[in-house]
């Protein structure tokens, strides 16, 4: 991927594929997950969030976080298919306006206390809300 030059159109191809696939991962996170694993999506909630809150680079924690949430469905093709989900995150940000912020911070946590609650309902629709968020914050190219 690093070497598509029509980012735009990457980027839009990469949400289609994390809107078909990342709310179902998340979905199995909640069902799957042990105390462990629910610990580790916490944590990296928590470390996004701060990076957030000081206004500072949270891409290395985000990409945590959704890492997290991957590796606790434990389906063996998911780890896979997490650098190609992780490759959207960075130019996702760079793309979006600044406005995300908030937003990030509550689905995140939604996201994250859905899945420590076993329920795959609402893990599944949080994560599709926060693709939502970051598709209709992505700016359009002219």
């Not at 078909?20 to 199995?28: G, Q, R, T």
């Not at 462990?36 to 470390?47: G, P, V």
């Not at 760079?94 to 911070?105: G, P, Q, V």
Request: neutral net charge; hydrophobic residues 45%; glycine residues 0%.
């Amino acid at each position: 991927l690093t070497f598509v030059e029509d980012k735009q159109k990457m980027i839009k191809d990469l949400m289609e594929i994390r809107f078909l696939i990342e709310p179902s991962i998340a979905a199995m996170a909640a069902i799957r997950a042990d105390e462990t694993d629910i610990k580790n999506i916490l944590t990296a909630c928590e470390n996004t969030e701060k990076l957030l809150l000081a206004n500072k680079n949270h891409a290395e924690k985000d990409i945590a976080f959704h890492t997290a949430i991957a590796l606790s469905s434990k389906n063996i093709v998911v780890p896979k298919l997490v650098p190609i989900i992780n490759s959207s995150i960075p130019l996702i940000r760079e793309s979006a306006k600044l406005t995300m912020r908030d937003e990030t911070i509550e689905i995140h946590r939604e996201i994250a206390d859905a899945i420590a609650a076993h329920d795959a309902v609402r893990a599944h629709d949080a994560m599709y809300l926060h693709l939502i968020y970051n598709r209709k914050h992505i700016k359009s190219v002219n």
